[in-house]
């Protein structure tokens, strides 16, 4: 189990690490930034309630293949996920005096997606075991930050634009539903037509990467804005 959990957690320290020494002016309180953490985990935990409760159809129930993908993807996964997440980082962070400059909504929002990572992660490796902890190390745990990065990149500026602050909120959920949800429709529409049409999934394979690195540059992209590097 001590394995599991170190191969779980282990790339959600290395971003957190990252994020950490990328604020070059006024460091966040360590214990802020775990509260973030928790947050995170608090949000993944909400989820889980919010999916339990509130399941309002079955997969089986739609009849193809790309019906199926755009509800889990977006139904079970970008919608709920993205929406706890922001929840949660509103709710423990908005009014700490300590965000009180633009990068620390991309910090704290960051924390809180990779706590949701984190607890995340720790259910899909002790079901897959090793193998897909490379994996989610590799893809699914940095998307995550990603999306949060970008959650704080509006987040910041919903705190310090107040008079466009509802267009920010908004924003900053939106955003990051959108992306994530396109990053797991690729991924199950392309397990769902893989054994029946290989030539379209090793298109949606291609896809994915590009999607990935875009998402990825896109992230990078509002660090550096922000922080000026």
Request: charged fraction near 15%; hydrophobic fraction near 55%.
């Amino acid at each position: 189990m001590s394995i599991i959990l170190i191969a779980s957690l282990a790339p959600v320290a290395v971003l957190l690490l990252y994020i950490y020494k990328k604020d070059k002016y006024q460091k966040e309180p360590v214990g802020k930034l775990l509260k973030a953490l928790l947050a995170g985990v608090l949000a993944g935990l909400a989820d889980i309630l919010l999916l339990t409760f509130f399941s309002f159809a079955e997969v089986s129930s739609f009849s193809s293949n790309f019906g199926q993908a755009l509800y889990q993807a977006f139904g079970q996964a970008a919608i709920p996920e993205e929406f706890c997440k922001l929840l949660f980082l509103y709710w423990f962070i908005w009014n700490i005096p300590e965000f009180d400059e633009y990068y620390d909504g991309i910090e704290y929002a960051a924390c809180v997606g990779l706590g949701f990572a984190g607890l995340e992660n720790i259910g899909y490796v002790i079901q897959g075991g090793l193998g897909t902890a490379v994996g989610r190390a590799l893809f699914a745990v940095p998307a995550h930050f990603f999306f949060a990065i970008i959650m704080g990149y509006f987040f910041a500026l919903a705190k310090f634009r107040p008079w466009k602050k509802k267009e920010y909120l908004l924003l900053a959920y939106i955003c990051p539903v959108l992306m994530h949800g396109i990053y797991d429709f690729i991924l199950m529409y392309t397990d769902l037509i893989k054994n029946t049409n290989t030539n379209t999934a090793i298109l949606l394979n291609i896809g994915f990467y590009i999607f990935f690195i875009f998402i990825w540059k896109l992230a990078t992209k509002r660090v550096n804005r922000i922080t000026g590097s």
